[in-house]
Nanobody, 121 residues
Framework: VQLQASGGGLVQAGGSLRLSCVAS????????LGWFRQASGKEREFVAG????????DYADSVKGRFTISRDGAKNTVYLQMNTLKPEDTAVYYC???????????????WGQGTLVTVSS
């Protein structure tokens, strides 16, 4: 699976951004797509995931109620709508894909390039 993420940028605290990730290379049924992020000097962390087939979603506690993950089957694209952004959301965001069976474990095997999100205070 090849993944191409886009949509990062600079936004003020309280603002919104939408990230996009286009997947290609194979049929996505049986897969989950997710978003991770890595802030400077910190380890990469899970943000959100979605099972492609069922649309079941999963969120990190830190983003619940603020971020929404969704998918568009016609475009093979997964989105991350980020609202009420905080300076601590500043990070490089990565799109990822993995087998749906590992969805609960948040285990992903394929990674796209990152897109930088900077939230100013």
């Amino acid at each position: 699976v090849q993944l191409q993420a886009s949509g990062g940028g600079l936004v003020q605290a309280g603002g919104s951004l939408r990230l996009s990730c286009v997947a290609s290379g194979r049929t996505l049924s049986g897969y989950a797509l997710g978003w991770f992020r890595q802030a400077s000097g910190k380890e990469r962390e899970f943000v959100a995931g979605i099972r492609w087939g069922s649309g079941t979603t999963d969120y990190a506690d830190s983003v619940k109620g603020r971020f929404t993950i969704s998918r568009d089957g016609a475009k093979n694209t997964v989105y991350l709508q980020m609202n009420t952004l905080k300076p601590e959301d500043t990070a490089v965001y990565y799109c990822a894909a993995g087998k749906s069976g590992f969805f609960i474990l948040r285990k992903y095997d394929y990674w796209g390039q990152g897109t930088l999100v900077t939230v100013s205070s």
